[in-house]
Structures are given as structure tokens and as C-alpha cells.
């Protein structure tokens, strides 16, 4: 049995493993990381593995902080925002310019991707590998010993028992998750829904499926087939996102209180299913068959512990995943490979340690609460023109400015922001639990072909230019403006939810009363 001695030994070679590696090879080039993959690479482009959408603090990760900007722009496509479509109680089969649209007519300025994720990984295990880690891949793992400074993994690859001894342990073995599992680690989330989903070898212009000149002129040539499309009813959502390989992929995302996974768990019977809901886009489905098909149930994952002072380490999927609305799957693996490499590269006592634990988690579950009890209001209109407005407000605001300004990491500065972010949290706790109160009713509004664009809004530009500037001497000031934005912003929407429920139309974004914009 041979032995390998290491600094840091990753279980799994996904995602979150690969850019971890690369993270830490670009902070500590002399650290020797080993992987370990079930999987040999190269993978398949296309239906590897799902969550191919990026919002803003994964995209900057991606491409800034992993220095992959070359490969994101050259090798995948870039996403054209949230796109959602809303009908009303009849189901529209003739022309999506008939659906309510919820989405930016042109880009916003922090560019973002829609990711093919076996060319992501493929790319980043050569280039880990070529760096200096031993990539592990077609490897069993048998055993996980924990013990501080010298943890033992026990693999099998290449018809050989392993060792391998590493000074730290990161899991990023996704829904194996070793660690959470041998650790019995798992917390409950509250939240029990499922998600079916498939790629077809087919490319879907969007603009194509109606003949409304005007309509099509909304995005100014923009096409809307690059953004993260949903088609949204009560209780679900449906996905269409678009792969550089020519393929797309295809999923819903339902509370199983309102969908019977059941009516939903094959190709042929999702089809059915969204024949009766959506026959626009099944018609448009129909000819294309699936290249695989995939069902998970209970999806959202938590753990009591991420990070341990005995040297051991959890990321993506192994540690903790929310929900797949707004994709923040990818941002949490950056938040937490962040911490990961500083605590890795620069050590730290205990405080640290659990601090950063503390910090992730509050994150994690602050980002839970846009989702528990709201999906029965999916098919509202109203409802989801303030959510988005408000969800991206408080995205933008104190969460992705932590993460722009690498501010998150300094012990400081997180204690001297901590009212502000509290405030921000209790802000957003109240937000939240009025969409809940909103979404119970289970209300469709929509099918009237209005149009709701997030690009009309000056806060969101000048929010997203903040973020591009990244650290700033008055980061304590900007971020206290941001929880006055949202303060604002809460008004404003409580005036916006009343109102609606009395009857009246709610307005356009751009005639929605005195929106709030930053100094």
C-alpha cells in the first residue's frame, strides 16, 4: 500500500474542489493539495452535473479572484440576468408575448455566466494537475480518520490501496457527503422540495416564440435565450438555460405540497405535466428528446458544523446548498473556499476558526429565508415583481459587498459592522415573512403581456458599480448606506403591497414611486 503525504487532501474533484485547489494554488503555490474523484476526467460537456447559472459574487469569483476570466468568456456564454414569465389562470399556448415578463431590456454592468459544467471542471482539472496537485480521479474512497494535523484518507485508484495523510481535510464531495454524514452533521432546513431536471441537444430562441414586433424590441437585440428563464406557477418553477456546447438544460423546481413529484418524475409525464401548464413551451420541447434525466428530492442540505479547528472543512453541495432560485449554489462555494483557503494559508486560532463558522452560516441562513413558504406565491406577478426587486437590493447591498471587498474575511471590520448587518438581517427577516404571508394565498396574476425591467432601475446601476470598485477606505459608510437603502426600500414596498392588495395595477418599475439610490 503506497502513501501520500500532503498539505491539504480535497474529497472530491467537482466544483468546489477544483476551484479550491486553484484558490490555493494561486495563494500558496508551494502547498502540495491532493484530490480525490470518483469520477475520471475527462467528464462529459453537457450533462454532467447541474447548476450551470451564475449570479454576480460567483461570477466574480470565477473570473477575477481564479483568474478564469479568459476561459469564462472564450469557452462559456454569458447569462443575460433573471428572466421571469408569469400567465395567468389560462395557460398560453400561441405566444409568449402574452406572458408577464420580469427581467433587465439590456445587460447590467457586472458580467455573469451560464456555465457547462463538465467544460468548467474539465478545464480546471488540467490545470490544477498541471500545477502541481494530484488529481486522484477514478478513486473509491474508502475511509475518512480524523485526527488535528494529520488526517488519514484511505482511497483505492488504479487497482492500488492508498494512503493519503494531509495537515487539512476539505470536503467538497457533494450529496456523498463524507464528512456530514460520518460526523452525523446534517441540520434540518425546513424546506422540502424537489427538482427534476434533464439536458436536450437543441438550442431554444425565445424571441422566436412570438411574432409581436414590439415585444421582440424590448431587449434592444439582446436575445433573451441567454438569460436564466423561468416559467413560474404556483408552487414551481421551470428553468431553461442555455450550454456553450449547443445544448440546453431543463428543469422544474417545485414544494412538493403543491406538485405531486409523482406527476412529474419521468421525461415523458414532465412533459405532460407542462402541456397543461405551459403548452407553449412544451410544444417546444416536445421533439427534442433528453440526454439524461435527474430527480432530487429534498434538496436543501445544512450542516451544524462547516469548519473545525481540528483542521477539517466542508464546501459546496457536502456543506451546505439553499435552494436553486437565483442559482446561490456557486456563491456559497465561494464564500466558503474563501474562508477555506485563508484559514489553510494563514492559520489561525480557534476564535478564527468559529468565527468564520459563524459568519458562513448567518449567511447561509439569512439566503434561506428568501425561499421557506414562498414557492405558493411563484405564479404571482405582483408578489415576484417586489421580491426580485427587494432579494436583489439585499444581494447586492451588504451581502455581495462583503464579498466584492473581501471584507468578510477580516475578523475587524466584522465585528465593527455587526448592528449594521443585523439591522440589514432583521430588514430582510421582515421582508420576507410578508412575501410569506402574500404567497399563501396562491394567487396567479399574469397573462397580460406587461413587461417589469430591472435595467430601469438607477439603484441597481449604481449598486453594481460599487461592487466593481471593490474595497473602499469608507467600506463601514457605503454598507451603512445599504441597510438605509434597504429601510427605505421596505417602506416603499409595504406602501407597493397594500396597494396591490386593495385592487390596484401595480406600476412599472420605472413609474414605481421615489425608489431609493445610494450617495
Not at 452560516?361 to 404571482?380: E, I
Request: aromatic content about 10%; hydrophobic content about 40%.
Amino acid at each position: 500500500m503506497s502513501s501520500l503525504n500532503v498539505d491539504v487532501c480535497i474529497l472530491g474533484a467537482g466544483m468546489a474542489g477544483l476551484t479550491l485547489a486553484r484558490q490555493l494554488q494561486r495563494a500558496a503555490p508551494d502547498l502540495h493539495v491532493a484530490l480525490v474523484e470518483h469520477r475520471r476526467y475527462p467528464v462529459p460537456e453537457s450533462a454532467h452535473k447541474v447548476g450551470e447559472s451564475t449570479v454576480e459574487i460567483a461570477a466574480h469569483y470565477l473570473a477575477e479572484d481564479l483568474g478564469l476570466k479568459a476561459h469564462m468568456t472564450d469557452a462559456q456564454l454569458p447569462k443575460f440576468g433573471l428572466r421571469l414569465f408569469l400567465r395567468g389562470e389560462e395557460p398560453i399556448a400561441d405566444d409568449l408575448a402574452r406572458y408577464d415578463e420580469v427581467g433587465a431590456s439590456k445587460v447590467l454592468p457586472i458580467p455573469t455566466y451560464q456555465i457547462d459544467r463538465g467544460r468548467l471542471e474539465n478545464y480546471l482539472a488540467a490545470d490544477v494537475a498541471a500545477n502541481g496537485a494530484d488529481l486522484l480521479s477514478g478513486a473509491t474512497l474508502r475511509e475518512v480518520a480524523l485526527k488535528p494535523g494529520a488526517h488519514r484518507v484511505r482511497v483505492r485508484s488504479e487497482n492500488e490501496e492508498r494512503h493519503v495523510q494531509a495537515r487539512y481535510l476539505v470536503d467538497t464531495s457533494g450529496r456523498r457527503a463524507w464528512l456530514r454524514n460520518q460526523l452525523e452533521l446534517g441540520r434540518d432546513v425546513r424546506h422540502t422540495n424537489h427538482a427534476v431536471w434533464y439536458r436536450t441537444d437543441a438550442e431554444f430562441d425565445l424571441d422566436g416564440w412570438s411574432g409581436d414586433a414590439g415585444w421582440r424590441a424590448r431587449c434592444h437585440g439582446e436575445p433573451r435565450r441567454l438569460s436564466t428563464n423561468h416559467f413560474s406557477g404556483p408552487g414551481y418553477w421551470l428553468w431553461l438555460i442555455p450550454l456553450a456546447s449547443g445544448c440546453t438544460s431543463v428543469g422544474l423546481v417545485f414544494d412538493a405540497r403543491l406538485v405531486d413529484v409523482k406527476t412529474v418524475n419521468t421525461h415523458d409525464k414532465l412533459l405532460n405535466w407542462l402541456h397543461i401548464e405551459h403548452p407553449l413551451v412544451a410544444e417546444r420541447l416536445r421533439d427534442h428528446p433528453p440526454l439524461d434525466f435527474h430527480v432530487l428530492q429534498d434538496y436543501a442540505v445544512s450542516s451544524k458544523e462547516v469548519f473545525s479547528a481540528d483542521g477539517w472543512m466542508l464546501s459546496g453541495d457536502a456543506g451546505v446548498f439553499a435552494d436553486p432560485f437565483y442559482s446561490p449554489g456557486a456563491d456559497f462555494i465561494a464564500f466558503a473556499n474563501g474562508f477555506a483557503t485563508e484559514l489553510i494559508t494563514k492559520g489561525g486560532d480557534v476564535e478564527r476558526w468559529q468565527k468564520y463558522q459563524r459568519y458562513f452560516l448567518t449567511f447561509f441562513s439569512n439566503t434561506m429565508s428568501l425561499y421557506r413558504g414562498q414557492y405558493a406565491g411563484f405564479g404571482n406577478r405582483n408578489l415576484m415583481v417586489l421580491k426580485t426587486l427587494w432579494d436583489y437590493t439585499y444581494y447586492w447591498g451588504p451581502l455581495a459587498k462583503l464579498f466584492f471587498s473581501r471584507r468578510y474575511l477580516d475578523l475587524e471590520f466584522m465585528q465593527n459592522a455587526q448592528d449594521d448587518l443585523l439591522r440589514a438581517s432583521a430588514l430582510n427577516s421582515g421582508m420576507q415573512g410578508k412575501f410569506r404571508k402574500l404567497a399563501k394565498l396562491q394567487e396567479r396574476v399574469g397573462g397580460e403581456g406587461r413587461f417589469f425591467d430591472h435595467h430601469a432601475i438607477p439603484l441597481f446601476h449604481t449598486m453594481k458599480e460599487q461592487l466593481l470598485a471593490g474595497d473602499s477606505v469608507c467600506m463601514d459608510t457605503e454598507l451603512r448606506d445599504s441597510v438605509a437603502t434597504l429601510q427605505a426600500l421596505a417602506e416603499l414596498l409595504d406602501d407597493l403591497l397594500q396597494r396591490t392588495a386593495d385592487g390596484e395595477t401595480l406600476p412599472p418599475l420605472e413609474e414605481m414611486g421615489q425608489l431609493p439610490v445610494l450617495a
